[in-house]
């Protein structure tokens, strides 16, 4: 397979800058994740390091091959769109093949891997069957294999499950992990979906305004954010700006901390089920505060509060199990707990 190495990438489309000082590195075999907003450069990337555009500045390299200028064809690398992009009218067999056809590989080679292939994504049966007639799911797992079937080094994944019902993205994306691992084939996938990067990724590159701000596991991205973008884009959280005065630390100039933050700090995350919330007055904990419910949301799992105190508001969310005391409802008054090891201090 492959590691995937970036140095310096820069890229623009007529003045505007696409992404820019790009350096990253994706371990042979790792599912990595590209996670940010519409418009934030990762598909700029990706289309960078398959070779359909390439950089203004710097360097890619795929294992020891710097392959910076090389044409998208050489680089043995497979790509599944956003869309897609099967021939419609061609059968499920057709649209596998078609590869190895390109390459002039043997008869005898192209129906083995195909078998291959057709058993691995759960489509023995119907290779016949066109493409158009198939569902969003079956699609998928055409597309995928197209890809897999010429042996990329790399797989390159543009949102691949957009365009899929929510019950069938969540079974898709369990294939698609599973079927990585038994591979072993090193995997750039592209997202704005925060669920779909967290549960899939062994790392995950943040993106922002075309720059990487964070690269971690999901877990570190997650309890341990560089950026308020990155705390407020990946899970819920409560994101408030601090300031100091008087020798004390307050949220938004409204609620006295009772904790000593880090000289630079500018913001504070905490997450929403950090914040416990009941009845009854204050024990024994570092911030308690009373507070007013403005609405509740159920969601099943979990039941999610907005609370305002002190003129700021606060989300918590509380999970639903067969001890719950019961719900709480807009208009009661609460209070509101949390512990300074809760607060993640963020400088940006």
Same mark, same amino acid.
């Given at each position: 397979?492959?590691?995937?190495?970036?140095?310096?990438?820069?890229?623009?489309?007529?003045?505007?800058?696409?992404?820019?000082?790009?350096?990253?590195?994706?371990?042979?075999?790792?599912?990595?994740?590209?996670?940010?907003?519409?418009?934030?450069?990762?598909?700029?990337?990706?289309?960078?390091?398959?070779?359909?555009?390439?950089?203004?500045?710097?360097?890619?390299?795929?294992?020891?091959?710097?392959?910076?200028?090389? !044409?998208?064809?050489?680089?043995?690398?497979?790509?599944?769109?956003?869309?897609?992009?099967?021939?419609?009218?061609?059968?499920?067999?057709?649209?596998?093949?078609?590869?190895?056809?390109?390459?002039?590989?043997?008869?005898?080679?192209?129906?083995?891997?195909?078998?291959?292939?057709?058993?691995?994504?759960?489509?023995?049966?119907?290779?016949?069957?066109?493409?158009?007639?198939?569902?969003?799911?079956?699609?998928?797992?055409?597309?995928?294999?197209?890809?897999?079937?010429?042996?990329?080094?790399?797989?390159?994944?543009?949102?691949?499950?957009?365009?899929?019902?929510?019950?069938?993205? !969540?079974?898709?994306?369990?294939?698609?992990?599973?079927?990585?691992?038994?591979?072993?084939?090193?995997?750039?996938?592209?997202?704005?979906?925060?669920?779909?990067?967290?549960?899939?990724?062994?790392?995950?590159?943040?993106?922002?305004?075309?720059?990487?701000?964070?690269? !971690?596991?999901?877990?570190?991205?997650?309890?341990?954010?560089?950026?308020?973008?990155?705390?407020?884009?990946?899970?819920?959280?409560?994101?408030?700006?601090?300031?100091?005065? !008087?020798?004390?630390?307050?949220?938004?100039?409204?609620?006295?901390?009772?904790?000593?933050?880090?000289?630079?700090?500018?913001?504070?995350?905490?997450?929403?089920?950090?914040?416990?919330?009941?009845?009854?007055?204050?024990?024994?904990?570092?911030?308690?505060?009373?507070?007013?419910?403005?609405?509740?949301?159920?969601?099943?799992?979990?039941?999610?509060?907005?609370?305002?105190?002190?003129?700021?508001?606060?989300?918590?969310?509380?999970?639903?199990?067969?001890?719950?005391?019961?719900?709480?409802?807009?208009?009661?008054?609460?209070?509101?707990?949390?512990?300074?090891?809760?607060?993640?201090?963020?400088?940006?």
């Amino acid at each position: 397979m492959g590691s995937i190495v970036l140095k310096n990438i820069c890229k623009s489309y007529n003045g505007d800058l696409a992404c820019s000082d790009i350096n990253l590195t994706v371990k042979d075999g790792e599912f990595f994740t590209f996670l940010g907003p519409s418009g934030c450069g990762k598909t700029t990337i990706l289309r960078l390091i398959a070779g359909f555009i390439f950089p203004d500045e710097g360097t890619i390299h795929l294992a020891d091959q710097e392959v910076t200028s090389l !044409d998208a064809e050489k680089r043995k690398i497979g790509m599944v769109f956003q869309n897609y992009a099967l021939f419609p009218f061609m059968t499920v067999r057709q649209n596998i093949e078609y590869g190895l056809k390109v390459q002039k590989r043997a008869a005898a080679e192209i129906r083995e891997k195909l078998r291959y292939q057709l058993e691995m994504i759960g489509l023995g049966g119907l290779e016949n069957r066109k493409v158009n007639e198939l569902s969003g799911g079956e699609q998928q797992r055409v597309a995928l294999a197209r890809s897999l079937v010429v042996e990329p080094r790399v797989l390159l994944l543009d949102e691949p499950l957009s365009n899929l019902d929510a019950r069938l993205r !969540d079974r898709m994306r369990n294939e698609l992990k599973l079927l990585q691992k038994k591979l072993g084939i090193t995997t750039i996938f592209v997202t704005h979906d925060q669920r779909e990067a967290l549960t899939m990724s062994d790392r995950i590159a943040v993106f922002d305004h075309g720059r990487c701000v964070q690269v !971690d596991t999901p877990e570190g991205i997650y309890s341990r954010p560089a950026t308020s973008f990155v705390a407020g884009f990946v899970g819920d959280t409560n994101l408030l700006e601090v300031n100091r005065k !008087d020798g004390y630390w307050y949220m938004e100039n409204r609620i006295r901390l009772n904790a000593d933050l880090k000289p630079d700090t500018r913001y504070i995350s905490i997450r929403p089920q950090d914040i416990n919330i009941s009845h009854s007055a204050a024990g024994s904990t570092d911030h308690g505060l009373i507070g007013r419910i403005e609405f509740r949301e159920f969601n099943g799992i979990s039941t999610d509060y907005s609370i305002v105190s002190g003129g700021i508001r606060f989300k918590t969310s509380a999970l639903n199990t067969t001890l719950s005391t019961g719900a709480f409802e807009p208009g009661d008054e609460v209070t509101i707990t949390f512990t300074n090891g809760s607060i993640h201090e963020l400088q940006q």
